[in-house]
């Protein structure tokens, strides 16, 4: 299908009128791009670890919105012109000036896999379940993955951080928890070195169908996976209260798990090192990564910080960190 995008500049001041006078007409959903920089508040409602440096706000702000090719956008524009003409009679919009421009005809939710091909992190053969086995290493531990519409294909560095840790601590028959799991690679990568069952909790529901799949994919039984949409902390993108946070904590369990993965971002983490250890075992191990380089001293601050955890390892990959700590 094959979309004309419109995309209106005007002042920023007016951007949300301009939006709800679209979404009065049906046109439902547009995208606002603009300078005005992020809240603290925003910032920390988001777990945003890196912001982009952005130029000035001077102002300006461009709308954007689309509209099927197959139907009538002629018409649909028209009423688009004369009701922003109507609202410019009291509001300043700016240049109001339209572009238009056509969208290709792509399958934007599949897309991404051609750049999806096997890869290795030391003997691990790691492959999208629609590629084949490469030759030259099939005789690597294999892990099938698609992600779907949940984070985890296993390419990003703190991922691999993390595998390598597992394949450290993994001994067999060890009980995990892995806090935002994602397509649930890291969980069944543990599953595979011998791990006996993982915990999973994620805020996106796409994650408990990802995990379901790549299960059956690796030919794991579901019984040895269970996912839970939830947060161990209250706030956050979700805005979770403290009694469903409480929920969540005891449907995870306390004092039962061998080890721990959270490859989430750093100041998640940071809320996370004190509500790590009462899921701990004692002598249990923390994993965690997602941490920038820049936000390694915060992170290693937060785990001195929490008294029932030692940091035992700080490994490396390119700009990525992974902190492990040990239950005393």
């Known amino acids: 299908m094959k979309w004309k995008k419109y995309t209106l500049t005007t002042t920023t001041a007016a951007e949300d009128l301009v939006s709800a006078t679209l979404d009065d007409i049906g046109i439902e959903g547009v995208m606002i791009e603009d300078n005005i920089p992020l809240t603290d508040e925003e910032t920390k409602g988001m777990f945003i670890d890196i912001l982009p440096e952005l130029p000035p706000d001077e102002g300006v702000s461009r709308i954007s919105f689309y509209l099927d090719d197959d139907e009538n956008a002629d018409a649909m524009l028209q009423k688009a012109k004369e ?19 056509e969208t290709e005809d792509k399958d934007w939710i599949n897309n991404w896999k051609q750049y999806f091909k096997p890869f290795t992190v030391d003997n691990i053969l790691i492959k999208p379940t629609w590629e084949p086995v490469p030759e030259e290493h099939k005789d690597k531990l294999m892990i099938q993955i698609d992600p779907g519409t949940a984070f985890g294909t296993g390419l990003h560095e703190t991922t691999q951080l993390c595998i390598r840790q597992l394949e450290k601590y993994i001994k067999g028959g060890e009980q995990i928890l892995d806090v935002g799991t994602g397509s649930g690679i890291l969980g069944i990568a543990a599953l595979k070195l011998g791990a006996g069952y993982v915990f999973g909790t994620d805020l996106d529901e796409n994650a408990i169908d990802a995990v379901a799949e790549n299960l059956a994919s690796n030919d794991i039984a579901r019984d040895k996976f269970d996912v839970l949409q939830g947060n161990l902390l209250s706030g956050g993108p979700d805005n979770q209260t403290e009694e469903e946070t409480r929920a969540v ?59 029932s955890l030692k940091i035992v390892e700080i490994n490396h990959q390119g700009e990525w960190v992974n902190v492990t700590a040990v239950k005393e």
């Open 249 to 307: 904590q005891e449907k995870v369990g306390f004092e039962k798990y061998d080890i721990v993965t959270a490859n989430i971002l750093a100041p998640v983490i940071i809320g996370l090192v004190p509500e790590i250890p009462q899921h701990l075992k004692k002598g249990g191990v923390f994993i965690t990564s997602g941490i920038i380089n820049t936000k390694e001293e915060d992170v290693v601050a937060a785990f001195q910080a929490e008294p």
């Open 83 to 101: 009701a922003l003409a109507e609202l410019a009679q009291f509001t300043d919009l700016g240049a109001c000036t339209i572009e238009e421009s």
